[in-house]
């Protein structure tokens, strides 16, 4: 059964993709988001994998309207990885993420002092999440995912575009 679903998932995903960005559109004009590479004291860093799409990305999610993009990042560490800030939260940079629309964009930040009391138990919108190794990232990890990682973990060149 997990199968099948996985594939209705995969042929209907670009479907929905265009369909809320479409919706995003018309209410927002621009859409912003936010991701936050949040790195522990093992140099590890924290995944998740979400029900609706396919791969392994940085937390986050939108920033909602009259919020701050910190705020937003902060919400969406603790709702999707029960994460909370004990020290202040670096921006990185802000990306045009074009591949999805010309008019979004995500801030990223890298999350160094947090806690963690557990991780989460899988819900509607988080399937897996966790910490993994930079040398051992799981299988689907998107290039955007990855790009982020590497500007942050491995000094790379700030590339303007999500991928």
């Excluded at 936010?34 to 396919?54: E, G, N």
């Excluded at 999610?61 to 902060?74: K, S």
């Excluded at 591949?99 to 963690?116: G, L, M, N, P």
């Amino acid at each position: 059964m997990g199968e099948r679903l996985n594939s209705v998932r995969r042929k209907c995903e670009p479907l929905l993709r265009r369909i809320f960005h479409a919706y995003f559109l018309l209410v927002r004009g621009m859409t912003l988001g936010v991701r936050a590479v949040v790195v522990d004291a093992d140099t590890r860093v924290f995944l998740v994998r979400h029900s609706y799409v396919t791969g392994w990305y940085l937390p986050g999610g939108g920033v909602d309207l009259g919020e701050t993009m910190e705020h937003a990042m902060r919400r969406e560490l603790k709702e999707e990885g029960d994460i909370d800030l004990t020290g202040d939260a670096v921006l990185h940079g802000i990306f045009l993420n074009s591949h999805v629309s010309r008019r979004d964009h995500v801030a990223v930040y890298v999350v160094r002092q947090f806690k963690q009391d557990r991780l989460p138990a899988p819900n509607r919108e988080i399937a897996e999440c966790g910490f993994f190794a930079v040398t051992a990232l799981p299988e689907g990890t998107t290039p955007g995912t990855r790009l982020r990682i590497a500007e942050v973990l491995h000094d790379r060149p700030r590339i303007a575009t999500w991928r």
